[in-house]
């Protein structure tokens, strides 16, 4: 019973940098592993960062260092803010619910948004 919506994609050159929102609906939104996932096109939908109730966080090696994941239990929104973006961070970028404590693949999580396109020139 959770209802995810993305925010915040757009349009920047290579270097630039952008924060993407998820507000979620559901009332037990603390009790979720939440999740940010990307997907090019004709590639698998994949990884990115994940953050848990006590704000553990995992992060895609290929983002590590440049972008962060943090949540606001208080206002339901998990944040993803992205530096330092390059060409091949260009794709549909999806949050996600999973009742888990921690959870880093697709399959584990069980409730997604609708994405957010992300798009960075060269």
């Known amino acids: 019973q959770v209802q995810l919506v993305e925010s915040g994609g757009g349009l920047v050159q290579a270097g630039d940098s952008l924060r993407l929102s998820c507000a979620a609906s559901?009332?037990?939104?603390?009790?979720?592993?939440m999740g940010w996932f990307r997907q090019a096109p004709g590639k698998e939908r994949e990884f990115v960062a994940t953050?848990?109730?006590?704000?553990?966080?995992y992060y895609a090696g290929s983002v590590k260092g440049r972008f962060t994941i943090s949540r606001d239990n208080a206002k339901n929104t998990v944040y993803l803010q992205m530096d330092s973006l390059k060409p091949e961070d260009t794709a549909v970028y999806y949050c996600?619910?999973?009742?888990?404590?921690?959870?880093?693949?697709?399959?584990?999580?069980?409730?997604w948004g609708q994405g957010t396109q992300v798009t960075v020139s060269s």
């Open positions: 559901g009332r037990t939104f603390s009790s979720y592993a």
């Open positions: 996600a619910a999973a009742v888990l404590w921690v959870a880093t693949r697709k399959g584990e999580y069980e409730y």
């Open positions: 953050i848990n109730w006590s704000s553990s966080t």
